[in-house]
Every structure is written in structure tokens, then in C-alpha cells.
């Protein structure tokens, strides 16, 4: 199991930038976050949970849903042994991007699927509101 914790959710005005933060920790030392996929989730209230970005932890290779695409950015630091920081700089956000985080992990491949992902984090609020 990986545990997973999510910080920097906020308050912003549409056009506004907010950055999220996730921070991987092996639970176990047979686990190597490095071989895991990484990704963003978000749901709003009475919506289901999509997926809206993920990074491979072994080569950095990142994919984004269309609603996202150029504004957000997940990234990756694997500096630190046993852990990895995953972040999501989010940019222009809009009122449609409000919406709970979630921070996810899944072994191997990425996946958009977030029945694919069986490690997830609490979650951090984002609002945009004028």
C-alpha cells in the first residue's frame, strides 16, 4: 500500500492559480513509489469522480484530460528515498474546476480509470468563486 496525503487546496477567483500537493509514502519497504502511476481525480457534489491528470512515476511520461489540458500541470519529485511529491499547478482555473482533489496511485501503467487506482488520499477542496 502507498499512503497518500493531499495539501494546498483553497479559495480562488476564476483566472486564478492554486497548487496541490501530494505527498506518496511507502507503507512497506518492498514498495517502491517509483513504479507507481500517479494521478489527479476530482468530483464535484452530486458528480461522479473523473480523472484529470496522471504521471508515470518511472519516466515522468504525464497525460491530461482535454478539459485541463494547457492549463494544468502534474509534476513529480522522487528526491527524497521512500517518497514521492506529486503536484498539480492548476492555472486559469474556471468555476467548473471546483471540486474535491483527490490524489491517487495505482502499480504500473497509467491509467484514466479510477477503478484502476487502489491507493487514494483524503482529498483537498478547491472553489472558485467571484
Known amino acids: 500500500q502507498v499512503q497518500l496525503a493531499e495539501l494546498g487546496g483553497g479559495s480562488v477567483q476564476p483566472g486564478g492559480s492554486l497548487t496541490l500537493s501530494c505527498e506518496a509514502s511507502e507503507a512497506s519497504r518492498d514498495i517502491v513509489v517509483s513504479f507507481y502511476c500517479m494521478g489527479w481525480f476530482r468530483q464535484a457534489p452530486g458528480k461522479e469522480r473523473e480523472w484529470v491528470a496522471s504521471?508515470?512515476?518511472?519516466?515522468?511520461?504525464?497525460?491530461?484530460?482535454d478539459s485541463v489540458r494547457g492549463r494544468f500541470t502534474i509534476s513529480q519529485d522522487k528526491s527524497r528515498p521512500g517518497k514521492n511529491m506529486v503536484y498539480l499547478q492548476m492555472n486559469m482555473l474556471k468555476h467548473e474546476d471546483a471540486a474535491m482533489y483527490l490524489c491517487?496511485?495505482?502499480?504500473?501503467?497509467?491509467?484514466?480509470?479510477?477503478?484502476?487506482?487502489?491507493?487514494w488520499g483524503q482529498g483537498t477542496q478547491v472553489t472558485v468563486s467571484s
Open positions: 504521471i508515470q512515476g518511472i519516466d515522468d511520461s504525464a497525460e491530461y484530460d
Open positions: 491517487a496511485a495505482k502499480f504500473g501503467s497509467c491509467s484514466r480509470d479510477r477503478s484502476d487506482f487502489d491507493n
